[in-house]
Nanobody, 116 residues
Framework: QVQLVESGGGLVQAGGSLRLSCAASGSTFSIVAMGWYRQAPGKQRELVARILSGGSTNYADSVKGRFTISRDNAKNTVYLQMNSLKPEDTAVYYC??????????WGQGTQVTVSS
């Protein structure tokens, strides 16, 4: 089993920054990729950024150049640094751990609200 605990959401003005953290525990050896997804009211959950076990990263076009995903392997923690935030970034952000054939694990979600 893998457990994910997220932190770092909150309310920020447009143009501001936030950093989200996701700490994984349990059978972390099974994780092949970790990522951040978000879901705004009335919209589908979408990928924001992902980091693979080899270190490569993927970003949604809407956040490229503004968000950075990184990880601390010693702490089994993934971070999402969000800069130049926009009101359209407002959503619940979910951490995800992909475990190949063992399936995905989701965090509880953390609210990010960007005021204009």
């Amino acid at each position: 089993q893998v457990q994910l605990v997220e932190s770092g959401g909150g309310l920020v003005q447009a143009g501001g920054s936030l950093r989200l953290s996701c700490a994984a525990s349990g059978s972390t050896f099974s994780i092949v990729a970790m990522g951040w997804y978000r879901q705004a009211p009335g919209k589908q959950r979408e990928l924001v950024a992902r980091i693979l076990s080899g270190g490569s990263t993927n970003y949604a076009d809407s956040v490229k150049g503004r968000f950075t995903i990184s990880r601390d392997n010693a702490k089994n923690t993934v971070y999402l640094q969000m800069n130049s935030l926009k009101p359209e970034d407002t959503a619940v952000y979910y951490c995800n751990a992909a475990r190949g054939r063992s399936g995905n694990v989701w965090g509880q979600g953390t609210q990010v609200t960007v005021s204009s």
